[in-house]
């Protein structure tokens, strides 16, 4: 139910500001604060969730092969490849090393 | 409103000179439409299995990729619930991720100009993708395009491949094993990249990852995430002490 919830919330709150977007006059958010906090936050919050999703495991901090998978997509990156390849050189990395018993 | 977004396909055609642009055929707008939606719709199957992994139903799985339709939002909330967070704090992490579609819907409502009553159902496509495309255009006709053209192809393949997933999650068995794990920070990553452009994105960066690891072992799950987020102000906050003044002269003499 909890769960459900959260669905529920997140839904509701994701489309509602997509839809803002479209309806609001020019000039509400043109502010150069808000504008400059806008394009910032995405950026402390995508950075704190890729190391948590690659350090942590049930509340603690960990290394494992994870931290190998995304080292794999960050290399990509700088290749320029496309999206699922980075993707998908982080799964395949990580499952190797895990295969390899890392 | 200028800056140039490098990163989207077709951008040569952009070389020509800016204040008569040239009209791109829309067979090349399709293509470039057609190549970002199905790359990363195809991603949607990491997602579903992501989800599932994390203890989600099918029906839950599937939900959020219709309803929410954002990826790094759905990741982070998925990744929320796994860790044990309740459910407001992984809805609001997932909030203020969805939070720059607000910008980017602003952005396409001038470059579009949708009819109103299209506005609520053309509201549920704007994401990064759909936009970086979009602006990527050089006529409106062509980024009405290619705004359609990847918003229709991405919404159908990121649902199917979802399903696909949250199915297939059961059948892979141990996920882990698969590394697919590894899959939600890569997303972040990829979707985080082109955004540490100037040093202040990635000062922003580097303290929101101190914060966000630093807090994690002493605050419950979700919360070091909406700490993390506070480097953005914090930064902003240290500049402007700093005299930065962005150099454009406003804001004191706005009064008169």
Do not use: H
Not at chain 2, 77 to 84: C, D, F, K, Q
Not at chain 2, 95 to 102: D, P, Q, T
Request: charged share 10%; proline share 6%; net charge positive.
């Amino acid at each position: 139910m909890n769960i459900w919830i959260a669905i529920g919330l997140t839904a509701a709150g994701c489309y509602l500001v997509k839809l803002v977007g479209l309806l609001v006059p020019e000039g509400a958010l043109e502010r150069p604060l808000v504008q400059r906090l806008s394009a910032l936050l995405p950026v402390a919050l995508l950075a704190a969730l890729t190391a948590q999703q690659t350090f942590s495991l049930n509340g603690a901090l960990v290394v494992d092969a994870r931290g190998a998978g995304v080292a794999a997509a960050a290399l990509a990156l700088i290749l320029r490849a496309p999206f699922l390849v980075v993707v998908g050189a982080a799964v395949l990395v990580t499952a190797g090393v895990r295969a390899l018993g890392g | 409103m200028t800056d140039q977004t490098a990163s989207a396909p077709g951008s040569p055609a952009l070389g020509a000179d800016p204040a008569v642009p040239e009209p791109k055929p829309d067979r090349a707008v399709v293509r470039d439409a057609l190549g970002v939606g199905i790359a990363v719709g195809l991603s949607g199957f990491a997602f579903g299995v992501t989800s599932a992994g994390a203890g989600l139903t099918v029906l839950q799985t599937c939900a959020l990729s219709l309803l929410v339709f954002t990826g790094a939002s759905q990741f982070a909330l998925v990744g929320a619930l796994a860790a044990g967070g309740n459910p407001l704090t992984a809805a609001a992490g997932a909030f203020f991720l969805g939070v720059r579609n607000a910008f980017y819907g602003l952005r396409l409502s001038q470059l579009l100009r949708l009819p109103a009553f299209v506005r609520p159902f053309a509201a549920q496509w704007v994401i990064d993708e759909t936009t970086a495309v979009a602006l990527a255009q050089p006529t409106r006709r062509s980024a009405r395009i290619g705004f359609t053209v990847t918003g229709l192809t991405l919404y159908v393949l990121w649902n199917l491949t979802t399903l696909a997933g949250a199915l297939g999650a059961e059948a892979l068995g141990d996920t882990d094993a698969w590394g697919l794990d590894a899959a939600g920070p890569a997303v972040f990553l990829a979707l985080l990249a082109p955004m540490l452009r100037t040093a202040t994105e990635r000062t922003v960066a580097g303290v929101a990852v101190v914060l966000g690891l630093g807090f994690l072992p002493v605050l419950p799950a979700g919360v070091p995430v909406l700490v993390a987020a506070l480097a953005a102000p914090a930064v902003l906050y240290v500049q402007g002490g700093r005299g930065v003044r962005g150099g454009r002269g406003r804001g004191k003499e706005a009064k008169r």
